[in-house]
């Protein structure tokens, strides 16, 4: 049993603990305000980039249906930022870009032609065989160079992997003459070869 000074010593102690769990309380009420601030400034740094919602090859156009506007941390990635919008409908995908990716400067061919080029539109004369009979306007074809059968001739090759199906026309039941969308940087070669009549187009069809 506590008597004397040892018991007279208690209630002092007890009175000095309460500041201190005060000044505790008072340090865990800032510490909560200041985390709250930090929050509300990170959330501020958010900015406005590009999302593509749809699936887009290399070489074909960033059509302003597929994209959309999305709010992002600004963690230094070189997005393409909403704003920009016009100018980017205005450039091709220089990758495959497939749905949800949010849109970075490398993946589009900017106007000064960094990396591949831009939309061109280029006329084929096509003879039977060259093309499904059912082609049609907006399907995504490839192009392919088929050499001649004389000696020499070489193997088919892909002049470009995507192109996109501007117009066609038909003769016979058949498609005899298309104009196809392609990247500046393959169109020469395109060009070439649909002149000498040596142009294989396959669609890319989703099977049934």
């Known amino acids: 049993m506590l008597t004397g000074v040892d018991s007279r010593g208690l209630p002092h102690q007890s009175r000095q603990r309460r500041p201190r769990l ?7 009420v800032l510490g909560g305000a ?3 601030t930090v929050l509300v400034m990170r959330a501020d740094e958010r900015t406005s980039v590009i999302r593509v919602t749809k699936w887009i090859g290399a070489g074909q156009p ?26 980017v409908t205005r450039t091709v995908a ?13 993946m589009a061919a900017v106007d000064n032609g960094a990396v591949t080029g831009r939309p061109v539109r280029v006329g084929l004369d096509l003879k039977p065989g060259q093309a499904p009979y059912d082609l049609e306007r907006g399907e995504r074809v490839q192009l392919i160079h088929v050499p001649g ?8 090759s892909l002049l470009a992997e995507q192109a996109v199906v501007d117009g066609v026309s038909y003769a016979s039941g058949a498609a005899d003459q298309a104009t196809v969308i392609v ?8 060009a070439l070869h649909a002149v000498s009549g040596e142009i294989a187009v396959a669609v890319l069809r989703t099977l049934p």
Request: charged share 20%; net charge negative; proline share 8%.
């Open 34 to 36: 200041l985390a709250t």
């Open 62 to 87: 960033l059509d302003r249906s597929a994209l959309q506007e999305a709010r992002v941390a600004d963690d230094g990635v070189a997005y393409w930022s909403w704003s920009e919008l016009d100018r």
């Open 94 to 106: 220089t990758v495959t870009v497939l749905p949800g990716t949010l849109l970075t400067r490398p």
């Open 183 to 190: 990247d500046s940087a393959v169109a020469p070669s395109v």
């Open 149 to 156: 059968r004389g000696p020499g001739a070489g193997r088919p």
């Open 22 to 28: 005060a000044g505790l309380a008072l340090l865990l």
